[in-house]
């Protein structure tokens, strides 16, 4: 073979010395070092971020179970406004003063000679009192209630707004002489319309009628035709059997509250005790126009209808009543004895053997 082409024939199949080197031993061992050192980095980057998933897999597992365990607790009842309590969210801003003064401003004694000095201090403690006074009232404290405001009393005794509140009190409490004592003197302007119709309740309660019926007629001149008023002043016509003018003050509220069922109810039952068949019959036929299934409604309107003689409304009557009950007990009012002269009737016959056949 020429020598210049075997000389190319080397050439073809020589290795470049540079690339020769890398696989020396010396070569080969550091870069194997080098790729272990890069697998443990890599296996410490992995660890970290596996630990610092956890953790926070493990803090949002406990924020979530915290959470559920605040929703699911019972929440505990507040506790009840008292004289040591008084919550600042219950006050107006500029009531909330009281709540840096210690209990020592509630007390109206004065220690000095003379008349109490009008100041700043003693306006404050009057303005203490005041506000105690209201949060028991709101709390039913009502023996607290009257302590505080008669320290006001003792306090500015020429102060508005605090003997109508303390006159309640007073009738809450029972102390009915203390109240109406109280009350003769306070001024007109705090007895308005409603304080009055209040008042005039208050001496239903303790049977004083006398003063509430005067409360209820003042109440009622400052606004005629008050319900509420009105209302009172028949119950207290009620109570002391003055029946003509009772049923003339529920006739009065009725037209004011048309849709007050109850008050209607107990009315008729009123005229229906004192005999008084007309008035009654014209409640009771309201009534059955708005409440049509209540059977003993019926039944009372038959008995009203027969003692009025109004024969084929009273059988009317029943037959409705009858409707709504069992057989056995529409019988039991068929044959009570004020119905004889109904029992004479064609229809009223027919009506009680159907309802023999029923039984």
Not at 15 to 20: A, F, G, I, L, Y
Not at 60 to 76: G, P, Q, R, T
Request: glycine share 4%; hydrophobic share 40%.
């Amino acid at each position: 073979m020429e020598p210049g082409r075997r000389q190319h024939l080397q050439d073809i199949y020589a290795t470049d010395r540079t690339q020769k080197d890398d696989y020396t031993p010396q070569i080969s061992s550091e870069i194997l070092e080098e790729r272990k050192r890069d697998i443990r980095r890599q296996q410490f980057t992995t660890f970290l971020l596996g630990t610092t998933i956890t953790f926070i897999a493990v803090g949002l597992v406990v924020v979530i179970v915290k959470k559920y365990i605040d929703i699911m607790k019972v929440a505990e009842a507040p506790e009840p406004i008292t004289n040591e309590y008084i919550p600042r969210y219950s006050l107006a801003p500029e009531q909330q003063w009281v709540l840096d003064y210690t209990r020592d401003y509630s007390n109206p004694e004065w220690e000095g000679e003379g008349e109490r000095p009008f100041s700043g201090l003693w306006l404050k403690k009057a303005a203490f009192n005041l506000i105690l006074a209201e949060q028991a009232v709101q709390v039913r404290e009502f023996g607290e209630a009257a302590e505080f405001y008669e320290n006001v009393l003792e306090i500015m005794p020429n102060i508005e707004g605090v003997k109508v509140p303390l006159g309640m009190v007073y009738f809450r409490l029972n102390k009915f002489d203390k109240a109406l004592a109280l009350l003769a003197d306070a001024p007109e302007a705090d007895l308005t319309f409603d304080v009055l119709n209040n008042l005039g309740a208050a001496c239903i309660d303790a049977k004083t009628y006398e003063k509430g019926e005067e409360y209820l007629k003042r109440s009622l001149e400052l606004r005629p035709a008050y319900a509420e008023a009105l209302k009172n002043l028949a119950i207290l016509y009620e109570e002391t059997e003055q029946h003509e003018k009772a049923a003339q003050a529920y006739e009065q509220y009725l037209d004011q509250r048309p849709d007050d069922t109850d008050t209607r109810h107990n009315f008729a039952l009123y005229l229906v005790k004192n005999s008084n068949w007309e008035r009654a019959a014209e409640q009771l036929r309201i009534l059955t126009e708005e409440i049509t299934k209540e059977a003993m409604l019926y039944q009372l309107l038959a008995r009203v209808e027969n003692k009025l003689g109004n024969y084929d409304a009273s059988i009317a009557a029943f037959q409705r009543a009858a409707q709504l009950v069992d057989p056995k007990q529409a019988l039991l009012w068929m044959n009570e004895q004020e119905f004889d002269q109904l029992r004479q009737r064609p229809e009223f016959r027919e009506l009680m053997k159907l309802y023999e056949k029923k039984r």
